[in-house]
């Protein structure tokens, strides 16, 4: 097992930059998750640390050592694909036997390590099967069983479960999770999946065009957005965002937002008025007959325990979340109220999160990319 | 072996149409079939049978046709086979009877070594390039990668007759005229346009992850292509090699002028096979039988492959 040290890191396909200085570490034995949109630089973040392709510009760590332009065989890291890529010509044994085999191990010592990760993944009987018969989830621990025989130094994921159905999905999430947790293997995992993201990672790193937006533990990206971009991504509805126009000072807790005065978590710097941009996840807006935002619901949507209302304001659509009884017809005219302080607020020219009393214990709001 | 009923039919037809698609069938198959079956019956007819007329379906088997193939043969007067010793084996007996002296051994076996040699070399040759190439084509960014591969297949585009004379005169100058090597390599100089494209397409559709895969699982870019794409290959080589053997296997022209008398293949000699009196049409029949025979050898043992190749691989799961 070992530390993966990324600085730096840059990659250009022909003009177009699909990875931009990104610099992080993926902890020893942690599982760190790299979750973005499709074509955010993710998936080449990962292939470069896997030695799939070169990095234009930049360093990669591992262990310690430095392995930027070493081939991806001298590595030792294994890969799992999205697509499992089990070679068809083989079955299942010589598939997870296949990396012992370029060691040049003896054929006893790789029966016994193919049949030890055979019953770490519960796919001792399949053994013998030919691969093209297999169910999605039982291809998925032969991909994994062909990467954990061969205990590398690190794993890469790239969008194992993207291939599976929703609710097998969730099946072979905690399955990873559980294997993560008895094999304390580092793990580089990549998805578009924030629910993935948020149940499988230690650290999550948020990228978007090629740049890593926020890097911290599920909950402080939840909570703590460090961009809009972020705070638009995660959650499910995700972040209300309000734009309006004031300035800030550190010794008052509160903004305007046209005729309404909201608290906020103190702010840690000053700001000239400029257009800002509020933002708060929908469980911690209530609806308020005296609020003095004012608003008209424009939709409600019933999910059994709860309804998301979604409700039209001067300064953008917000959704709310409330319980399920609370009776909300399209067309009231409400009031908003927000939890003060789990408020976030937004430069809206940069994007980027101010400092307020809410980030004072997170460690990501500076720049994630140096 | 059991016949095991397919779960479903590709097509729900009426039991008449299915007969009537029978019939065109076994209509068409013994359309095809049927100038072969006459050039095989022709190599068992005696020379009178053979330009008989009304043609003969029923005849009395003989064996002449491939004793004259065999053999150079000479005519001589009554008096002097009496007065030769016995025929010792039955093929001189045959020749006897006709009152034919065997001379020697014809150059046949000489032609066929050649066919075969030239054939089969060739299209080693050109599937073991076309192979490596294609795969370089399909798996590397190489320059111009668009135009060097529009290159290779507009060598096809011209009648390969109509740069005979440059090349006979370049085989002259390089000592390549009338060598079977000179031969093995302007077939597979033909062909490898040919495998190139083909194998491009296969190459294509087998996923870059096999390979990935096989590299981070410790093999160099070498080892992956043999263990993982080669064996996935295997559809398009099979159907490329037959392609390629057929080619150069049935290939003319170029032999008749590049070659005399050392390298020549069966194509150019068959037409030359002359008995007493004009065609010796049942020796032409038995060269043109066994020559047939190892290109139908070669698709039999790789009909499997072939079936699956000419698809495309789009039956591909």
């Known amino acids: ?370 | 072996m059991s016949v095991v009923p397919s779960p479903r039919p590709f097509s729900e037809s009426s039991p008449l149409t299915r007969r009537i698609a029978a019939v065109v069938v076994v209509f068409y198959a013994v359309f095809t079939i049927l100038p072969l079956a006459w050039i095989g019956a022709t190599a068992f007819k005696s020379q009178a049978d053979a330009i008989a007329y009304p043609p003969k379906v029923f005849f009395t088997p003989t064996l002449e046709g491939f004793v004259d193939l065999f053999t150079v043969q000479t005519h001589q007067s009554r008096d002097f086979i009496a007065k030769l010793p016995p025929p010792q084996t039955w093929y001189e007996k045959i020749a006897r009877d006709r009152d034919m002296v065997i001379a020697g051994p014809s150059r046949v076996v000489e032609r066929f070594l050649n066919s075969l040699i030239i054939g089969f070399g060739s299209t080693i040759l050109a599937t073991f390039l076309g192979t490596l190439a294609a795969y370089g084509f399909s798996r590397f960014r190489v320059p111009l990668a668009d135009d060097l591969l529009f290159f290779i297949l507009s060598t096809r585009m011209m009648p390969p007759i109509a740069v005979a004379v440059p090349i006979y005169m370049m085989y002259r100058w390089l000592g390549l005229y009338d060598t079977r090597i000179g031969m093995i390599l302007l077939y597979t100089a033909v062909n490898v346009s040919l495998a190139v494209w083909l194998l491009k397409g296969f190459i294509d559709e087998i996923p870059r992850e096999y390979e990935e895969a096989a590299l981070v699982d410790g093999y160099t870019r070498l080892q992956a292509f043999r263990k993982v794409v080669l064996p996935q290959a295997v559809t398009g080589i099979a159907a490329t090699a037959i392609f390629c053997l057929i080619f150069s296997w049935n290939e003319y022209a170029f032999n008749l002028l590049l070659t005399s008398s050392d390298a020549q293949t069966m194509p150019p000699f068959i037409p030359f096979i002359i008995g007493e009196g004009g065609q010796n049409w049942p020796a032409v029949a038995a060269a043109t039988t066994l020559f047939l025979l190892p290109i139908v050898i070669f698709t039999i043992a790789l009909r499997k492959h072939l079936l699956r190749g000419i698809t495309f691989g789009a039956v591909r799961k």
């Not at chain 1, 530390?3 to 990659?11: D, F, N, Q, S």
């Not at chain 1, 234009?56 to 081939?71: A, P, S």
């Not at chain 1, 099967?129 to 621990?141: A, F, H, K, N």
């Not at chain 1, 650290?203 to 533990?217: D, N, P, R």
């Open chain 1, 1 to 370: 097992m070992a530390e993966i040290r990324v600085e730096r890191l840059h990659k250009e396909f022909q003009g177009f930059v699909a990875v931009q200085n990104s610099s992080f570490v993926v902890e020893d034995r942690s599982f760190f998750v790299m979750l973005g949109p499709s074509g955010c630089g993710k998936t080449t973040t990962l292939r470069m640390i896997a030695g799939l392709e070169l990095p234009t510009d930049g360093r990669i760590l591992l262990d310690g050592k430095d392995v930027t332009f070493k081939r991806a065989s001298g590595r030792d890291i294994a890969f799992v694909f999205q697509l499992f890529a089990l070679y068809p010509h083989m079955n299942v044994r010589r598939n997870i036997a296949f990396p012992l085999v370029s060691m040049g191990m003896k054929r006893a010592e790789v029966k016994t390590r193919v049949e030890e990760a055979a019953r770490i993944l519960r796919i001792t009987d399949l053994l013998d099967r030919p691969v093209s018969g297999l169910s999605g989830g039982d291809r998925q621990r032969v991909a994994l069983g062909r990467a954990i025989v061969r205990r590398p130094m690190a794993f890469m994921m790239d969008e194992p479960l993207g291939a599976l159905d929703s609710e097998l999905r969730d099946v072979m999430c905690g399955e990873l999770r559980g294997l993560h947790d008895r094999l304390k293997a580092t793990t580089v995992y990549v998805t578009h999946d924030q629910t993935e993201a948020m149940s499988l990672g230690d650290k999550i790193a948020v990228m978007s065009h090629g740049v890593i937006e926020q890097l911290g533990t599920p909950r402080e990206v939840y909570d703590r957005p460090a961009s809009v971009f972020v705070a638009d991504f995660i959650g499910s509805p995700p972040m209300n965002l309000l734009t309006f126009n004031d300035s800030l000072e550190p010794g008052r807790g509160s903004v305007r937002v046209g005729q309404a005065e909201i608290g906020i978590p103190a702010p840690r710097e000053a700001l000239t008025k400029r257009d800002l941009i509020l933002g708060v996840r929908p469980e911690h807006v209530r609806l308020s007959d005296g609020a003095r935002l004012r608003g008209e619901v424009f939709g409600t949507e019933y999910l059994g325990t709860t309804q998301i209302v979604t409700i039209t304001t001067a300064h953008g659509m917000a959704k709310a979340r409330l319980a399920a009884n609370l009776k909300v017809s399209i067309g009231d005219a409400v009031g908003l109220e927000f939890r003060p302080d789990r408020i976030s607020l937004f430069d809206a020219g940069t994007g980027q999160a101010i400092r307020t009393a809410l980030y004072d214990h997170a460690q990501a709001v500076e720049h994630a990319h140096v």
